[in-house]
């Protein structure tokens, strides 16, 4: 069977100079999928982007993207993925044309000018692709820059932080674009510190201060939290904490009894944003539990 | 990766359009080294004299203002694009030192040849020269070769640069080039100490060439004397090339 794994990482450690930027990360990216690295500022989201596109050499540990070595491999690797960092970096007083066709070059890109239109056709800016970039608003900035990481059709994306500073209806239709491109074969990697979002990813590294804390679908990651259920038997109500309750609802009710007097169940979710906190407050308890020994 | 000229070339075009819409870059670097030899021209006709041949000082002079400004605009533009994070981009699309900077080139020379163009022709204009179109042209090559170089300074400097800031502490050592160079005093009448830095000055290598040729040299006849300023060129693309990285 063919592997469709696009990320493999094994123990990865980064340190620059004392600080420990990431502290033996170990993951793996399937291709078709969005992977999303949803951590607070600080956490070691964009040293793992820039380590996965080979911008900066990891300290140990093993990491190959597309079965490249991203260290060593730069070029071939390069070819063969896009990357939108978290400022747009365009060259403001050109065109969306001129930008997207610069970075196509750097690719040598066949069919460019069509290329080109595509792209802008993807983004939405077809109508102003002639204008200079400095009379856009941030998140037109954004749409050239994500059309500038896709021109040479890429079989990875890395996007860092690429909905931060824009509007809410801008950002669905940019997570509509990122699904548009999961479901063409396309692996993308995103970083985001914006909780909604990270529901929209088909699987999710949490990360604080440089440590994994957990690596799994957001469904199965809502699902092991804790749910607070509430069982109604006329006024009378009893409560009930459980974890993973969708499995832990049936055996819950034969044990209460389900029969007519059931009059209202309800369930308390955790939200994904109360899953991270959590997970980061037990990191920070166990860390200084460990600073005490 | 091997360098590919039309990556390079894709570099160039784009710095070409960018300088068409960048009318305040081009201006500066057109007109304030003609403004400034004006008033060079204005200094020495108060301080005129039967006995001082101006010659002597305002080509070198105008030689210095070409070779600040150009290498100011230069480190400043490149450190621009870092800190708006396109040379991170270009890097990670695929474009390689060799290119990043040879496309840059290509680009700058074209302002490099108008520039000099102009500022010779102001000269002969203002202080009436008057020699030949041999020795312009010489005086022109030298212009025009000590202009790349400059460039090629600005980019180096621009790669110990993290922002626009950081350029302005190298803005003195510029300045001082111009006494270590000799075009205000014979570089044999600094101290003995000192003597050594002048020869890491691009200036002193200019000024020693154009005094050459005011003399009445002619270029092809030392053809050492010629190759000095390619070579001491050839040596910063090099380092250039050696610091110029990948990082934020």
């Keep these: 069977m063919r592997d469709r794994t696009s990320i493999h990482i094994q123990n990865l450690h980064k340190h620059f100079g004392k600080v420990q930027a990431l502290k033996g990360i170990s993951l793996a990216v399937d291709s078709g999928q969005i992977f999303g690295l949803l951590g607070p500022n600080g956490a070691g989201k964009t040293t793992l982007i820039r380590l996965l596109i080979g911008a900066i050499q990891p300290t140990s540990g ?20 896009g990357y939108m960092p978290q400022s747009p970096a365009l060259y403001e007083d050109l065109s969306p044309t001129d930008n997207i066709r610069f970075f196509g070059r750097a690719h040598q890109t066949g069919k460019l000018t069509q290329r080109v239109d595509e792209v802008l056709e993807f983004v939405g800016l077809s109508q102003r692709a002639h204008d200079p970039v400095y009379k856009f608003s941030g998140g037109m900035k954004q749409r050239v820059s994500l059309a500038c990481a896709l021109v040479h059709q890429p079989k990875m994306l890395f996007l860092d932080e690429p909905t931060s500073g824009i509007d809410p209806k801008l950002r669905e239709a940019f997570w509509g674009h990122f699904r548009e491109l999961t479901s063409a074969g396309v692996a993308i990697v995103v970083s985001t510190h914006q909780m909604d979002e990270a529901l929209y990813c088909d699987k999710l590294a949490i990360l604080h201060e440089g440590v994994l804390l957990a690596d799994d679908t957001p469904s199965k990651l809502l699902w092991n939290s804790r749910a607070k259920i509430k069982i109604w038997r006329g006024p009378e109500v009893s409560e009930h904490e459980v974890t993973n309750y969708p499995a832990a609802l049936p055996g819950l009710l034969q044990k209460e009894g389900l029969d007519n007097a059931i009059s209202r169940i309800e369930v308390e979710e955790d939200r994904l944003e109360t899953i991270v906190l959590r997970m980061i407050n037990e990191q920070i308890g166990e860390k200084n539990k460990g600073d005490r020994k | 990766m091997i360098p590919s000229i039309k990556r390079m070339g894709a570099i160039a075009v784009r710095v070409l359009k960018q300088l068409r819409h960048d009318h305040r870059f081009v201006a500066i670097s057109l007109v304030f080294p003609l403004a400034i ?36 605009l230069t480190a400043i533009v490149l450190v621009r694009e870092r800190t708006a994070g396109t040379l991170a981009r270009m890097f990670i699309s695929g474009y390689n030192q060799i290119e990043i900077i040879s496309g840059y080139l290509v680009a700058y020379t074209v302002l490099a040849t108008v520039q000099s163009l102009m500022v010779l022709l102001e000269l002969n204009l203002l202080f009436e020269l008057g020699y030949g179109i041999m020795v312009m042209a010489e005086m022109y090559l030298v212009m025009w070769l000590l202009s790349i170089l400059s460039m090629a300074l600005g980019m180096l400097v621009s790669n110990f640069a993290r922002n626009e800031g950081q350029v302005f502490p190298f803005i003195p050592l510029v300045v001082l080039s111009v006494i270590l160079s000799g075009i205000i005093l014979p570089v044999e009448q600094l101290p003995e100490w000192s003597q050594i830095l002048s020869y890491l000055t691009p200036l002193y290598y ?31 693309l090099v380092m250039v090339t050696v610091t110029l990285r990948e990082r934020d």
């Design chain 2, 37 to 72: 030899i004006y008033f060079i021209k204005v200094v020495f006709d108060a301080l005129a004299s039967p006995f001082f041949d101006i010659s002597i000082y305002v080509i070198p002079y105008a030689a210095f203002i070409v070779h600040f400004i150009t290498f100011i």
């Design chain 2, 206 to 236: 200019t000024n020693e060439v154009l005094q050459e040729l005011i003399k009445g040299k002619a270029l092809i006849d030392d053809v050492t004397l010629l190759l000095r300023l390619p070579a001491y060129g050839l040596i910063i």
């Design chain 1, 62 to 81: 093993t990491l190959s993207v597309l079965s490249l070595n991203p260290g060593k491999q730069k070029s071939a690797l390069r070819q063969q993925i």
